[in-house]
């Protein structure tokens, strides 16, 4: 009986052991990477993890006033005439001229020669007093997606998925904060960071709608109105475009108060 028994079991075990073997062999194994892939590989990682600090040198271009202040000088300037256009201490010179060459590779500002920086299309978005179609600045923008509640929103994010809740699920910004964007609830949390909040859903909904309309007609032809919110959470008397018509003084005209 025992002999019997210790047969079955190294059968079994033996039938297990060729079940495991087929098994693992039906699954696919990866390659091990090359030397060559191995250090694409690292340069990806790092590209990866400091990609972040091309917003945040935008942010800083921004609130130091570097577009304007280029833009007042002709829209060329030398690093030490932007220092003094600036304002700054003369010790920050050389960490400025990093900042700037960040910045011109980012494609924020052109550089025609070594220490000249200029205005380009994305800078000149953000100078003040400048107006495209008749809205300001892209400031806002820039400012509300780099500032400190969109960065501790993501940096909660591995936080937000491991959390279960029940529906409906606040987003990761409202997990974060307790509170949510255009809402009251923002307003009552940071009433300065909610009013750029609005700012940059007004630039994003406003600008650029005339640009494309008049660049890309043909895809509206057929269309007799286009309107858009203002931003503001209301529509009393929105600005309307007649597609036919997209010159700037022809196209505009006031809609109608809902």
């Known amino acids: 009986m025992c002999s019997r028994l210790s047969s079955l079991f190294h ?8 079940i495991d073997k087929a098994m693992a062999a039906q699954v696919p194994t990866m390659a091990v990477p090359t030397d060559a892939q191995l250090i694409q590989a690292q340069a990806d ?8 600090l091309t917003p945040m040198a935008l942010r800083c271009a921004i609130q130091l006033g570097i577009p304007t202040a280029i833009h007042r000088l002709g829209g060329t300037t030398s690093l030490p005439d932007l220092v003094t256009a600036l304002s ?9 001229g990093r900042l700037l060459r960040m910045l011109v590779t980012s494609g924020t500002l052109a550089s025609t020669e070594a220490g000249v920086y200029c205005l380009n299309a994305v800078s000149y978005l953000l100078v003040d007093g400048i107006v495209v179609d008749g809205e300001a600045s892209q ?10 509640h969109y960065l501790e929103a993501a940096l909660g994010l591995a936080d937000w998925f ?6 409906p699920l606040p987003s990761p910004f409202e997990h974060v904060h307790g509170a ?5 609830s923002m307003a009552l949390l940071d009433p300065e960071s909610d009013k750029v909040f609005h700012e940059a859903l007004a630039a994003h909904d406003h600008l650029g709608i005339g640009m494309i309309l008049r660049e890309c007609h043909d895809l509206f032809k057929g269309l007799l109105w286009w309107r858009w919110n203002d931003g503001q959470g209301h529509r009393p008397s929105l600005p309307t475009y007649q597609v036919p018509r997209v010159g700037p003084s022809k196209g505009h005209r006031e809609s109608p108060a809902e």
């Open 11 to 18: 059968t079994h075990k033996t039938l297990r052991s060729k």
């Open 162 to 167: 491991k959390k279960d809740v029940p529906p």
């Open 45 to 52: 990682l790092w590209r990866q993890s400091l990609c972040f």
């Open 139 to 148: 400031k806002a923008i820039v400012l509300a997606t780099s500032s400190r």
């Open 88 to 96: 700054l201490p003369p010790s920050k010179t050389p960490y400025l």
């Open 180 to 184: 949510a964007l255009f809402e009251e």
